[in-house]
Antibody, heavy 115, light 107 residues
Framework: QVQLVQSGAEVKQPGSSVTVSCRAS????????IDWVRHAPGQGLEWMGRIIPIVNIVKYAQRFQGRLTITADKSTATAYMELNSLTSEDTAMYYC????????WGRGTQVTVSS | DIQVTQSPSSLSASVGDRVTITCRASQGIRNELGWYQHKPGEAPKRLIHGASNLQSGVPTRFSGSGFGTDFTLTISNLQPEDSATYYCLQRNSYPWRFGQGTKVDIK
């Protein structure tokens, strides 16, 4: 059973950056893609991007191009999501997920952007 | 980019009812579509992958069908614990995209 352990809640100032981590507890990390999904209050689920560590391929949703960076450290089986130039609209729960034949999700990281 | 249109946005049904949610892709996506259930305070849960393959551990009252552009999630014999928001996700080509969601309430 794979577990995805995410970093803790963050409160950020507008204009700043946030980095959320996602560590895979066991299982093969680098051969599966890790997706990042967010859920803002009153909104639907939003796919942000994904990384496939074994080939270092990264894909982003168009609306985050230029301010979203997804990386992975294979040595620690950890994926990272960095979002820059935060606004109040980035206040959301951020999830990492590994969807292969089985589907595993982290418990989510609450990011609050407030002055 | 492939657009995904999900309907209805919400529905209310009684225990035991059969409900249907649809997703339409703006171009063919083969069977590269998943269905997810999302309850408040919980992580989303994948119910169906590959348009019609039931995820292990998911009750058999959930079923998916479709290929190409039109897809359906059916919940047979609706149960109280099925109250949630349901989303489809196209993963045929990047950027992947969720449908707008369907909120299912139990009368």
């Amino acid at each position: 059973q794979v577990q995805l352990v995410q970093s803790g809640a963050e409160v950020k100032q507008p204009g700043s950056s946030v980095t959320v981590s996602c560590r895979a507890s066991r299982g093969t990390f680098d051969t599966y893609g890790i997706d990042w999904v967010r859920h803002a209050p009153g909104q639907g689920l939003e796919w942000m991007g994904r990384i496939i560590p074994i080939v270092n391929i990264v894909k982003y949703a168009q609306r985050f191009q230029g301010r979203l960076t997804i990386t992975a450290d294979k040595s620690t089986a950890t994926a990272y999501m960095e979002l820059n130039s935060l606004t109040s609209e980035d206040t959301a729960m951020y999830y990492c997920a590994r969807d292969g034949s089985e589907s595993y999700w982290g418990r989510g990281t609450q990011v609050t952007v407030s002055s | 980019d492939i657009q995904v249109t999900q309907s209805p946005s919400s529905l209310s049904a009684s225990v035991g009812d059969r409900v249907t949610i649809t997703c339409r892709a703006s171009q063919g996506i083969r069977n590269e579509l998943g269905w997810y259930q999302h309850k408040p305070g919980e992580a989303p849960k994948r119910l169906i992958h590959g348009a019609s393959n039931l995820q292990s551990g998911v009750p058999t009252r959930f079923s998916g069908s479709g290929f190409g552009t039109d897809f359906t999630l059916t919940i047979s014999n609706l149960q109280p614990e099925d109250s949630a928001t349901y989303y489809c996700l196209q993963r045929n080509s990047y950027p992947w995209r969720f449908g707008q969601g369907t909120k299912v309430d139990i009368k």
